[in-house]
């Protein structure tokens, strides 16, 4: 028990900090565009190609991780990405900071598909509640990074809060090495592990909903703030804590997703989820501005957008023989990650020329088709067994 202790708090503050590192540029987009001298569109070009990058790396994450171990792989990415942050203090110009963000997400890449893979083996009877259990401890961790950013950003430097999750980064790192699970023994490169992937049954369906929830998930993640400060009028603090919100609530989305997984099936618990996030977009962008809309929103957006993480990624467990894993998070993840990260790009270019209210109805006409996605995936996978195979 107390091994399971220190694996999930070491795993949950990796996992935190792993999104740490870029959740300090969505409180603090405005203060660096004008510190930059940049419009919204380069800097929503900057993200997507940080989140592309952090999505494309998950590719050789997972198999990385199949070749020489989970842990070491996770070690190495969260440090070393935490080591990136140190280019901030150099950054006066907009490729300075774009190079630094982009060596940040290279590194961080590797860990998603390697600490999934790690749970999902360690824990193969109850793989939902254990990736809901790490999901939440990274949202617990998460909560408070947006606020605590946009205070050191506003009270010191915006530079200065990147550079400060990047020294909790590499702290994380060296105490990683606590870290015991009896994993599968590193088999070496297969080359033949691609063309097995690609014929695995109807896979293509959780690829493009992951795409498609990725478009949504980054686009409130990258300009929720700004849709509350420049959209609907307030003020950068409360822009803040509505993003620290949806984390807060994230970390019930989680356990909820991973327990409810494991009890009545992922496919169910992902298609309450993905109604749940139409739902809340709605609410958002129809309802009278106020101060209860705003937290309804985070609320049930918060609660929806989690849950389905650990679903997800417990369906790939029950549809992904074990000798597959690896490589499947990590494509999975691409998907979500580095072509869900377009959302960036999108509303930085709508942000622009039709104003931000506008950029966010996106989200909502990219969620009624991944609806449509999720019902797809209901049909075809139901209550899939867990897949055979080693």
Request: glycine letters at 12%; hydrophobic letters at 55%; a positive charge.
């Amino acid at each position: 028990m107390n091994r399971d202790l220190v694996t999930f708090g070491l795993l949950g503050a990796a996992h935190s900090l792993n999104h740490s590192l870029f959740l300090v540029l969505p409180p603090l987009l405005s203060n660096i565009a004008q510190s930059l001298g940049v419009s919204f569109q380069t800097l929503g070009l900057v993200a997507t190609a940080t989140y592309f990058i952090y999505g494309t790396g998950a590719l050789a994450g997972g198999p990385l991780s199949d070749m020489i171990g989970s842990v070491k792989v996770a070690r190495i990415s969260i440090g070393l990405a935490g080591a990136s942050s140190v280019l901030f203090l150099v950054c006066r110009e907009i490729y300075t900071f774009a190079a630094a963000m982009f060596l940040m997400a290279l590194w961080a890449s590797f860990y998603h598909p390697t600490a999934n893979k790690l749970i999902a083996q360690a824990f193969p009877k109850t793989t939902g509640s254990a990736m809901g259990i790490h999901n939440a401890a990274g949202n617990a961790g998460q909560v408070l990074t947006p606020t605590v950013a946009f205070l050191l950003g506003v009270l010191i430097d915006w530079r200065f809060s990147f550079i400060f999750f990047g020294l909790l980064s590499i702290g994380t790192a060296f105490l990683m090495n606590r870290i015991s699970i009896e994993e599968d023994a590193p088999k070496g490169p297969r080359k033949l592990a691609l063309m097995e992937f690609l014929r695995l049954p109807n896979f293509w369906q959780i690829l493009l909903f992951n795409a498609l929830v990725g478009f949504v998930f980054r686009g409130v993640e990258v300009y929720f703030p700004t849709f509350l400060r420049l959209g609907q009028g307030y003020t950068g603090e409360f822009a803040a804590i509505g993003s620290s919100l949806i984390l807060l609530f994230g970390v019930a989305g989680q356990l909820i997703g991973g327990r409810g997984s494991d009890k009545v099936g992922p496919t169910k618990i992902i298609l309450g989820s993905i109604i749940g996030v139409l739902l809340s977009l709605l609410l958002l962008l129809l309802a009278p501005t106020g101060y209860p809309v705003v937290i309804a929103f985070t609320l049930i957006y918060g609660v929806a957008v989690f849950a389905h993480q650990p679903s997800m990624t417990n369906l790939v467990s029950r549809v992904t023989p074990r000798r597959l894993m690896g490589l499947s998070y990590g494509v999975m993840f691409f998907f979500s990650f580095g072509l869900g990260s377009v959302a960036a790009a999108v509303l930085g270019w709508l942000t622009d020329g039709y104003g931000i209210v506008f950029a966010f109805w996106s989200n909502v006409v990219v969620a009624v088709a991944l609806l449509g996605v999720t019902l797809l995936i209901y049909r075809t996978f139901g209550e899939t067994s867990p897949a055979s195979g080693s």
